[in-house]
T-cell receptor, first 113, second 116 residues
C-alpha cells in the first residue's frame, strides 16, 4: 500500500539545537504537508509544499519538497521547549474518485532539560 | 473564529459497550472527516463527508462503526459494540470544500477512548 516513511522515529535534543527530519515515499506526491501535534491536541498544519524543489519557511521552520517528488525534509532551527511534539508528514493522493491524505507515523521531538 | 469542537474529551468503557462521539466543524466548512489515531501512529481516515453525503467510508469497520452528518453540519461517530483494539484517539477535522487536494485540514482536540 501507499506509505510515507518518517525518520527518525524520535529525537532527543538539547534546547537551542537544530533539528532535521525527513519523509520518504516509493510513490510521487504533488503536495507535501507538515503537521505538528502537541500532546492532547489535534494536528496543526505547519507548512505546505506544492512544487518540486520548493523551499518554504515559517519562522524557525524550513521545509523542502524533494526534486524527485518522493521525499520532503523539515528543519527546525534553534529549538525551544514549545517545539516538543510529534511532527507528521502527509500527502494527498487521488484514489477512488477522491483525495485522501496519506500520513507518516510521525517523528517525536523531545527536548532534554 | 471558533475551531472544531469535539466531545467528550475522554471516555472509558468496557468491551462490548457502546460509545458515541460528537463533532461540530468550523462554520462554513463543507467537508468533515473522522480519523482514528492509535498511539504511536499517524491518523487513519475512517469516514469523509461532503455536506451530508458520504464521500469515502472504505476504511470504516461497518460492522461496529457508524457515522452520520444529518444536516450537513455536526456529526456523530458511534461504536457498537466496542473492542479492545478500538482504544484510540478519535479526531474530527474539517476543511473548506475547495481544499481537499491541498490537504489543509483543521482538527479538533480529539476524543480519547479507552476500552477495558
Amino acid at each position: 500500500g501507499q506509505q510515507l516513511n518518517q525518520s527518525p522515529q524520535s529525537m532527543f535534543i538539547q534546547e537551542g539545537e537544530d533539528v532535521s527530519m525527513n519523509c520518504t515515499s516509493s510513490s510521487i506526491f504533488n503536495t507535501w504537508l507538515w503537521y505538528k501535534q502537541d500532546p492532547g491536541e489535534g494536528p496543526v498544519l505547519l507548512i505546505a509544499l506544492y512544487k518540486a524543489g520548493e523551499l518554504t519557511s515559517n519562522g524557525r521552520l524550513t521545509a523542502q519538497f524533494g526534486i524527485t517528488r518522493k521525499d520532503s525534509f523539515l528543519n527546525i532551527s534553534a529549538s525551544i521547549p514549545s517545539d516538543v511534539g510529534i511532527y507528521f508528514c502527509a500527502g494527498p493522493r487521488f484514489m477512488d474518485s477522491n483525495y485522501q491524505l496519506i500520513w507518516g507515523a510521525g517523528t517525536k521531538l523531545i527536548i532534554k532539560p | 473564529e471558533a475551531g472544531v469542537a469535539q466531545s467528550p474529551r475522554y471516555k472509558i468503557i468496557e468491551k462490548r459497550q457502546s460509545v458515541a462521539f460528537w463533532c461540530n466543524p468550523i462554520s462554513g466548512h463543507a467537508t468533515l472527516y473522522w480519523y482514528q489515531q492509535i498511539l504511536g501512529q499517524g491518523p487513519k481516515l475512517l469516514i469523509q463527508f461532503q455536506n451530508n453525503g458520504v464521500v469515502d467510508d472504505s476504511q470504516l469497520p461497518k460492522d461496529r462503526f457508524s457515522a452520520e452528518r444529518l444536516k450537513g453540519v455536526d456529526s456523530t461517530l458511534k461504536i457498537q459494540p466496542a473492542k479492545l483494539e478500538d482504544s484510540a484517539v478519535y479526531l474530527c477535522a474539517s476543511s473548506p470544500v475547495y481544499s481537499p487536494n491541498t490537504g489543509e485540514l483543521f482538527f479538533g482536540e480529539g476524543s480519547r477512548l479507552t476500552v477495558l
